[in-house]
T-cell receptor, first 118, second 109 residues
Framework: GAGVSQSPSNKVTEKGKDVELRCDPI?????LYWYRQRLGQGLEFLIY????????KSGLPSDRFSAERTGESVSTLTIQRTQQEDSAVYLC????????????????FGPGTRLTVL | ELKVEQNPLFLSMQEGKNYTIYCNYS?????LYWYRQDPGKSLESLFV?????AVKQEGRLMASLDTKARLSTLHITAAVHDLSATYFC?????????FGAGTRLTVKP
C-alpha cells in the first residue's frame, strides 16, 4: 500500500522567504510527526499531531515554525522568514495512534524534504 | 533533560567480522528503537525494545536493552556489505522522541 509521502522532495529558497512543506500520512494513521535532520546528525523531534490537534508545540525551534493538520490527513509545516540554519531534511512520520504511553510501536517515515536556504 | 549518546559514530569493518554499537541514554524511558538509514533515504524501523532484558534478532542484527544501565546494544554478526548504512537509536518519552547522532557503518569486502 501507499506509504508516507512528502512534497516537495527538494526545495531551494532564498533567505527571508516563507516555505511550506507537505506530508501525506498513511491512510488511517491518526498520529503524525515532524522531524528535522541536519546534515550528518540525528533526528530532532519538532511536533506531533493526534488527529488534528498538536498537544505540545514546544519542540518547534522558533516562532517562525508552525504546523497544522486538517481532516486527520495532510499536514503542512510552514517556515516563515527562512534562515540558513533552517537548511535540513524535514522528515514526516505517521503511526496508527500516538506512540507514547504504550501506543503503537511503529512510526513509518516519509522520504523527506531537503530544504536549502541560500 | 534526556540525552542519547551513540558510539562509535563511525565504524569501518571487514566483511565477516562482528561488532557492537552502543546507545546510552540519561533518564528512564518507555521504549527504545533502532532505525536504519541508507544514504539519501528515509528511516527504516529495525527493532523496538520494550523492557529490561529484551532481545530481538533479525538476520545478522541483534538488539538488546538493559534499562538499569540505560544501555542498548546493536550487535552485528558476520557483517556483509549490504549492512552498510547509518544506524540510529531513539528513546521514547512522553510526548518526545530523542535520537542518537547515528553510527555510520561501512562494511568493506
Amino acid at each position: 500500500g501507499a506509504g508516507v509521502s512528502q512534497s516537495p522532495s527538494n526545495k531551494v529558497t532564498e533567505k527571508g522567504k516563507d516555505v511550506e512543506l507537505r506530508c501525506d500520512p498513511i491512510s488511517g494513521h491518526t498520529a503524525l510527526y515532524w522531524y528535522r535532520q541536519r546534515l550528518g546528525q540525528g533526528l530532532e523531534f519538532l511536533i506531533y499531531f493526534q488527529g488534528n490537534s498538536a498537544p505540545d508545540k514546544s519542540g518547534l525551534p522558533s516562532d517562525r515554525f508552525s504546523a497544522e493538520r486538517t481532516g486527520e490527513s495532510v499536514s503542512t509545516l510552514t517556515i516563515q522568514r527562512t534562515q540558513q540554519e533552517d537548511s535540513a531534511v524535514y522528515l514526516c512520520a505517521s503511526s496508527l495512534g500516538v506512540v507514547w504511553r504504550g501506543g503503537p510501536d511503529t512510526q513509518y517515515f516519509g522520504p523527506g524534504t531537503r530544504l536549502t536556504v541560500l | 533533560e534526556l540525552k542519547v549518546e551513540q558510539n562509535p559514530l563511525f565504524l569501518s569493518m571487514q566483511e565477516g567480522k562482528n561488532y557492537t554499537i552502543y546507545c546510552n541514554y540519561s533518564t528512564t524511558s518507555d521504549r527504545l528503537y533502532w532505525y536504519r538509514q541508507d544514504p539519501g533515504k528515509s528511516l527504516e524501523s529495525l527493532f523496538v525494545l520494550l523492557s529490561n532484558g529484551a532481545v530481538k534478532q533479525e538476520g545478522r542484527l541483534m538488539a538488546s536493552l538493559d534499562t538499569k544501565a540505560r544501555l542498548s546494544t546493536l550487535h552485528i554478526t558476520a557483517a556483509v556489505h549490504d549492512l552498510s548504512a547509518t544506524y540510529f537509536c531513539a528513546v521514547e518519552m512522553d510526548n518526545d522522541m530523542r535520537f542518537g547522532a547515528g553510527t555510520r557503518l561501512t562494511v568493506k569486502p
